[in-house]
């Protein structure tokens, strides 16, 4: 599974970035796709989740400003940002989970928040 990532940047506080991840390769053997956040000097975290079969799971400090969704094809997964934040400020990973867990990583995008 190769996986892209795409759609970074600087962004003000309270303002809108929707990341792109496109998936290639053994996309069958994928049970979820999600996007993971590292910030300097903290561990990497998932910050949002989507399976197969389309359920959702969030961080609880993203929930109701970020949304996570995928194309019909399961081969494009996006997460939507809205009201950011200073402290959403990290490298974001798209990753795939299959059989032996979250296996597959992208290329992190970096998100900057700030004034």
């Not at 910030?39 to 197969?52: H, M, W, Y």
């Not at 949304?67 to 990290?90: C, F, G, H, W």
Request: with cysteine.
């Amino acid at each position: 599974v190769q996986l892209q990532a795409s759609g970074g940047g600087l962004v003000l506080p309270g303002g809108s970035l929707r990341l792109s991840c496109a998936a290639s390769g053994s996309i069958f053997s994928i049970n979820a796709m999600g996007w993971y956040r590292q910030a300097p000097g903290n561990q990497r975290e998932l910050v949002a989740a989507i399976t197969s079969g389309g359920s959702t799971d969030y961080a609880d400090s993203v929930k109701g400003r970020f949304t996570i969704s995928r194309n019909n094809a399961k081969t494009m997964v996006y997460l939507q940002m809205n009201n950011l934040k200073p402290e959403d400020t990290a490298v974001y990973y798209c990753s795939a989970e299959v059989h032996t867990g979250w296996a597959y990583w992208g290329k992190g995008t970096q998100v900057t928040v700030s004034s």
